[in-house]
């Protein structure tokens, strides 16, 4: 979190929407430990990540439809037994769980 | 205004956890909760609120995140559970970073507390050599102190523990045996003396002469200092010493140069 403070802080000055994707969970190895954190405001610019690189673009796409649709967070899965959400995964064959909510606090 | 304390909390590096439902009933509420401060935000019920802050300071007095179940009125045990939906709730702790204390204003230190910073560490540099220790010269350095170890470690010494990191640089006995002596007392984690092997039997004499002979302090030191990786750059040995932290924090075998034998530099 403390990498994107400053981002989410112009972000914030500038009355962009903002969406807040964490890592809360992992099974299997995954890259980043629960906590990595990644910011998406509302024209799509993205400020730090939370896997190597693998899934990144999906929680873009998943944060704009959540600032969209008024939705209170959504818990989203990535790994290589998911299927039904996105068709990307990681590399390294491990599970993330995501946590993604507008920044409305 | 949770966002705005959270932001400002860890900045200032002061402890400071965030719960978030993340399934359940009220997903997507927020609570900031600060040890000894009202909380921010509510889970949406007290009897929860009450519950997963008590449980959420502990994580935080540990350090970790994780992720919490509950009933929605905070019921924890099996039987309450029964028949009511389940609350996860996401504890994300901030804690301060860890630190570490570097004794020496040598060369080897500017590299040290370089890659330390690269690591995320609070860095201290002591040394009592006025012309050396200075933030001119360590500028990456969080705090630089012109003073000996035992004042250092007497007013601090209590708040390091297994996360936090002492390297002693210095090579000069008179600062070292102090040093030594003044982390011995402490719970840090990781104790490096840097110094030839001849150097460190030299150090292991003069220990025992003021009476440090108890094995178990002596295993605790790292020297020489670093893993056997044949660094020889100030910046080759700085990695090889955060690498011997973070192998020996997290309890892996690591070719630490304690272990082996022979010169240093081949």
Redesign the interface.
């Known amino acids: 979190?403390?990498e994107i403070?400053n981002d989410?802080?112009q972000w914030?000055s500038q009355n962009k929407r903002i969406a807040v994707a964490?890592v809360?969970?992992i099974e299997g190895s995954g890259p980043r430990?629960?906590?990595a954190a990644m910011a998406v405001n509302q024209d799509g610019e993205v400020s730090g990540s939370v896997s190597g690189g693998c899934v990144e673009g999906a929680v873009v796409a998943e944060a704009l439809e959540i600032l969209a649709s008024d939705?209170?967070?959504?818990?989203v899965k990535f790994g290589y037994s998911d299927d039904e959400a996105f068709a990307v995964g990681l590399t390294c064959g491990g599970v993330v769980h995501l946590?993604i909510?507008?920044?409305n606090? | 205004?949770?966002?705005k304390t959270?932001?400002d909390r860890?900045?200032h590096n002061k402890p400071v956890v965030l719960l978030?439902i993340?399934?359940g009933p009220n997903?997507?509420?927020?609570l900031l909760a600060t040890p000894n401060l009202e909380n921010l935000?509510t889970l949406g019920d007290a009897e929860l609120d009450r519950v997963a802050v008590r449980d959420a300071l502990g994580e935080l007095e540990a350090g970790r995140?994780?992720?919490r179940s509950y009933g929605p009125s905070g019921q924890v045990t099996p039987e309450d559970l029964h028949d009511t939906p389940t609350v996860r709730v996401?504890v994300?702790?901030?804690s301060p970073p860890p630190q570490m204390i570097i004794f020496g204003a040598v060369d080897f230190t500017a590299a040290l507390a370089k890659v330390a910073k690269v690591l995320g560490y609070y860095v201290l540099v002591c040394d009592a050599r006025e012309v050396f220790a200075t933030k001119r010269r360590f500028p990456m350095a969080d705090e630089v102190l012109v003073t000996w170890p035992t004042p250092v470690l007497t007013a601090r010494g209590s708040d390091l523990g297994p996360r936090d990191a002492i390297c002693i640089l210095t090579h000069d006995p008179k600062f070292d045996v102090p040093a030594i002596q003044g982390a011995l007392a402490t719970n840090v984690g990781y104790i490096g003396v840097m110094g030839s092997r001849k150097t460190h039997a030299k150090r292991l004499e003069r220990l025992t002469e003021v009476g440090v002979t108890d094995r178990k302090d002596l295993d605790r030191l790292m020297s020489p200092i670093g893993l056997d990786i044949g660094s020889r750059t100030p910046e080759e040995t700085a990695i090889s010493i955060c690498a011997e932290i973070i192998g020996r924090r997290v309890g892996r075998v690591v070719p630490s140069l304690r272990e082996s034998s022979g010169p240093i530099h081949k």
């Open positions: 979190m403390r403070l989410i802080d914030r964490r809360v969970d430990d629960p906590g939705s209170p967070g959504r818990l946590f909510q507008p920044l606090w | 205004m949770i966002y959270l932001a860890i900045r978030t993340i399934h997903i997507g509420a927020t935000g995140t994780s992720v996401f994300e702790s901030f």
